[in-house]
């Protein structure tokens, strides 16, 4: 893994991790980074050149003057596609990274070969169970000074407490991620904290401005209707985070995407179980190069 930087109105650290052919991008969600590619990126870098950034207010790549608000990361997201990949990529996006992905595809078609959507934020359909633990995040950190508390109180924990929390949350069984790949996240998080109030800030613009574009359903899936890449949704049996339900209801939407649901799998499939991850992805990978 080779770590760089380009200037896009401001710096941007994206990993490069080899391999030649088509580019494949990866776009990480809300509170991730490039790390969390770590467990299926080399696999993947069979199959194409693969880069993966910290979008604005993430990972390494600090706001500098931007906004980590969703929109304005949808254009450095197009904006990376030009400059760095410079051709049509697949784009591999999860949580919000996924509908990071969805709406890039649908504003620049041009410069989106394929898109892997896993666990992607969708709108969920109505009557959709929320996980109370899920529920008491989301809202708890959408209230203007409720969530800045909870921030703060969740940063005194200690990076290694933080990280392991959110994988908890975001994983069926945690243990099962290689303690490479955590001890990297850990150190990210401990890299991060030197930002203090800024890093907080970031991610709570970014949460509610996903949310907000969420509840509007009718816009999303008019948009959905318009991309003209294929698809393919990888979504986790079991997540907390992405109902299935949701991921099925954006299959039936589309279905000319494939839509594979991954048992016993959580938000993050690709931390979580990359062999199978890899698998259906190689599988879509090699269709969609015919």
């Not at 993430?58 to 980590?68: D, Q, Y």
């Not at 000074?145 to 940063?155: D, E, H, K, S, V």
């Not at 995407?257 to 799998?265: G, K, M, N, P, S």
Request: hydrophobic share 45%; net charge positive.
């Amino acid at each position: 893994m080779k770590h760089c930087t380009v200037d896009l109105d401001g710096p941007v650290h994206y990993a490069d991790f080899g391999g030649s052919g088509r580019p494949i991008v990866l776009v990480h969600g809300l509170g991730g980074s490039h790390l969390n590619w770590l467990a299926v990126a080399p696999g993947l870098a069979r199959s194409g050149r693969v880069l993966a950034l910290d979008l604005a207010g993430f990972g390494r790549t600090p706001t500098a003057g931007r906004t980590a608000r969703v929109g304005a990361n949808r254009k450095l997201l197009g904006r990376f596609l030009e400059t760095v990949a410079g051709e049509r990529a697949v784009l591999v996006g999860n949580s919000m990274g996924g509908y990071l992905a969805l709406a890039e595809a649908a504003a620049e078609p041009a410069r989106v070969a394929a898109l892997v959507l896993v666990s992607p934020a969708v709108p969920p359909p109505f009557g959709t169970r929320i996980d109370p633990r899920v529920f008491a995040f989301f809202f708890g950190s959408s209230m203007p000074f409720l969530g800045r508390a909870l921030m703060r109180l969740r940063a005194s924990r200690g990076p290694e407490v933080a990280v392991r929390d959110l994988l908890a949350l975001c994983c069926v069984d945690s243990s099962r991620i290689g303690r490479d790949v955590f001890d990297a996240h850990v150190e990210l998080a401990r890299e991060r904290a030197l930002r203090g109030s800024q890093a907080r800030r970031d991610f709570l613009e970014a949460q509610r401005s996903l949310l907000w574009r969420l509840v509007r359903r009718r816009r999303f899936f008019r948009m959905i209707r318009g991309i003209e890449a294929r698809a393919l949704i990888v979504q986790g049996e079991r997540d907390r985070l992405v109902r299935v339900a949701a991921a099925r209801a954006l299959a039936d939407a589309r279905p000319d995407w494939r839509l594979a649901v991954l048992e016993d799998v959580g938000h993050v499939p690709q931390l979580e179980a990359p062999d199978r991850f890899l698998a259906e992805v190689a599988r879509f990978l090699d269709l969609t190069s015919h």
